[in-house]
């Protein structure tokens, strides 16, 4: 199995930043595309940015230009740094990654805990 470890978030007031990790560990054979998504109460669970292995990303457009994804592949972790927070940002962020593991040979994704990101007016 493979689990994704979160860290980072909090509350933040609007214009500031923040930063979150996520660990992958377990038994990977291989980690494919990593990314977060977002989920604010009583909305769906949305893409905020996805990286690929090749380092290769993508954003929503409600965050680009804000928020850097990057991942580190010698440490299976992913990052997101998120600048200029607004209100509308606020929601439980979860780390996704896509992984083969030893134990299944299959590309399966995987989601982490989530962590909330609180960001006030």
């Known amino acids: 199995q493979v689990q994704l470890v979160e860290s980072g978030g909090g509350l933040v007031q609007a214009g500031g930043s923040l930063g979150l990790s996520c660990a992958a560990s377990?038994?990977?054979?291989?980690?494919?595309?990593m990314g977060w998504y977002r989920q604010a109460p009583g909305k769906q669970r949305e893409l905020v940015a996805t990286?690929?292995?090749?380092?290769?990303?993508n954003y929503a457009v409600s965050v680009k230009g804000r928020f850097t994804i990057s991942r580190d592949n010698a440490k299976n972790t992913v990052y997101l740094q998120m600048n200029s927070l607004k209100p509308e940002d606020t929601a439980v962020y979860y780390c996704n990654a896509k992984a083969i593991s030893f134990t299944t040979l299959i590309n399966t994704p995987y989601w982490g805990q989530g962590t909330q990101v609180t960001v006030s007016s």
């Open positions: 377990g038994s990977i054979l291989s980690l494919k595309d």
């Open positions: 990286i690929t292995s090749g380092g290769s990303t």
